[in-house]
């Protein structure tokens, strides 16, 4: 059950996909505790809803992995699949690759400088907690800019196993060697070195590799096969 969450829901807008957003931040953040159970009912009342939009956030959480339907038994919080984890950073690593080529190809100095301003805000930030956000949103801006924003969608969509390790890492690891890499994405495109700029993107998104043995052996009951 989401206690202490004051987030409201806009009965203004579609409410299905805002207990989605919701739903999955809290379950990435483990707010949510993996293996922990959710009922369409007390999720409809807390946030003040009927439990059809409930239904369908649930429905779209189980298909992106985060949740388990057992027939029966309810609904619960499914735990990391690092499987999962280890497909979305490859492919990750092959399209975002590429999206960094395609911009130090032909530099955008609008571009450029709007990144140098998100590389300020994530060394300025305060709460290692929040650096999630900024760096989807460097991706997200590095997609867009390359007049790819599909691309970021598909990846969004797959990735959520993967944002819940990066959630953890930022938690309990350095951030600095992660905006290094942010900032090594940057310099190669200001610079339009392409390979480079493929490079650095393929060095960033390698850094899981090397923080999930660790988590993975700090916190095993939050993932289905910490053993692997």
């Known amino acids: ?20 957003r919701i739903l999955r931040e809290r379950i990435v953040r483990n707010l949510i505790a993996p293996g922990e159970r959710l009922s369409e009912a007390e999720v409809a009342l807390h946030y003040g809803t009927s439990r059809q939009p409930v239904r369908e ?19 619960y919080v499914r735990k990391i699949s690092t499987a999962n984890v280890m497909d979305a950073r490859f492919i990750r690593e092959a399209v975002e690759a590429d999206v960094a080529r395609a911009l130090a190809a032909d530099p955008d100095p609008a571009l450029v400088r ?10 300025a ?20 800019g390359a007049k790819l924003p599909y691309v970021w969608r598909v990846i969004d969509g797959l990735k959520t196993q993967m944002d819940r390790v990066r959630q953890l890492s930022t938690e309990q690891l350095a951030l600095g060697k992660l905006i290094d890499h942010h900032t090594a994405i940057v310099d190669a495109i200001r610079g339009g ?28 009951d939050l993932f289905e096969d910490p053993g692997r």
């Open 125 to 144: 930030l305060v709460d290692p907690t929040e650096f999630r956000q900024l760096d989807d949103l460097f991706h997200r801006t590095l997609a867009e």
């Open 57 to 75: 956030a649930f429905i779209k959480l189980a298909e992106e992995g985060l949740l388990e339907v057992r027939p029966q038994r309810g609904t």
């Open 114 to 123: 709007e990144l140098e301003a998100q590389l300020a805000a994530q060394r």
């Open 1 to 20: 059950m989401p206690n202490a969450d004051t987030t409201t829901v806009d009965t203004g807008l579609a409410v299905g996909p805002q207990l989605t």
């Open 193 to 220: 070195d392409a390979e480079a700029a493929g490079q650095a993107m393929r060095l960033h998104l390698r850094e899981i590799l090397n923080d999930l043995p660790i988590i993975r052996q700090a916190r095993p």
